[in-house]
């Protein structure tokens, strides 16, 4: 039975299934499914737990030779089959479906934990074999659209709430990496008293120390056209020893986002549905400062600062002579509306934009 990650717990709850089969790509709520499978496991008295990782020719009669053995210390084990990525092949496919056969002679729980399963995998006859017997959780990345929410929940599981426009705002910063999203809800629990409601200056000033926060707020003073803002940021990045390739990172990341809308709105949509299109997408609070880049910023500019920015990335390289800082001030200068920056640098860089 199909049961998704925010519905196993209460499913656990219900009767603890032969098999569980976890698969998908988001680590976060992957690991957060087999942990809850692990703890229904231990709450209904199995201590005992085997593990078999799956690795290039991994042999399969393991499977079923752990399945068959009796424990001397207990009448029932947890066993955990991790395939990760790799392929199950046909000796797995025929193992799984044998394991399957065994189920009904055997008190032992069934966790595996794989990739993304397609719905030719669903239709195999080992799946459907293990699926009679237990439960099937796909572990998908959360939407755009539900990340707000999601987080909003997952703070309270910290100890702390958080406003909507919060949430949004640390779902936009950690880039829907709700594994480094999550890692901020637990410092900030740790950094205040328990059931403290956070806010966007909350969130803001909870993680003003981190680089890579710091690179957004370069992102949004260059979006907003902010350009004293943009070169008082690029000269605290290099004095505080953020690495060049973060900063440039981030520059080339909105220089794309800008042309794709602006490619989707040649194509007659319109500037909301070309933000929701993006990956990820923009939020409303941010689409104004791209709304107000795209009208100072046309299409044949942004190409041409791209050009900039690969040659910078030569320069991080070292296949490249390019004065690596004072380009990544030029570049982002251009892009938060300073005149005649590129214009007016001698170096060999200079594309006249």
Known sequence: MKVFADQLGGQLAKKLPRAVIVAGDEPLQHRDACDAVRQAARAAGIEEREVLDVEPNFAWGRLLETASNLSLFATSKLLELRLGHQKLGQEGAKALAQYAELMEQSDDILLISMGKLDAKQQKSAWFKALDKHGLFVPVWPVDASRLGYWLRDRAGLHGVQIDLDAARLLGER???NLLAADQELQKLALIHPP????????IAVGVEDSAR???FNLADACLKGEPQRVSRIVTGLKSEGVE????????TRELRTLLSLHQHLDQGQSFEHACKTQKPMIFDKRRP???KAIGRLPMKRLHKLLLMAQRLDLAVKGASGVPLWP???DLAM???GAKGILAET???YRIGV
Do not use: C, K
């Open 346 to 348: 001698p170096w060999t």
């Open 174 to 176: 950690t880039e829907g």
């Open 327 to 329: 380009g990544l001030h």
């Open 289 to 291: 400062a791209y709304q």
């Open 244 to 251: 060049a390739p973060i900063v440039l990172w981030a520059l």
């Open 213 to 215: 926060f710091d690179v």
């Open 195 to 202: 059931n403290t409601r956070l806010n966007v200056d909350s």
């Open 334 to 336: 251009t892009m938060g």
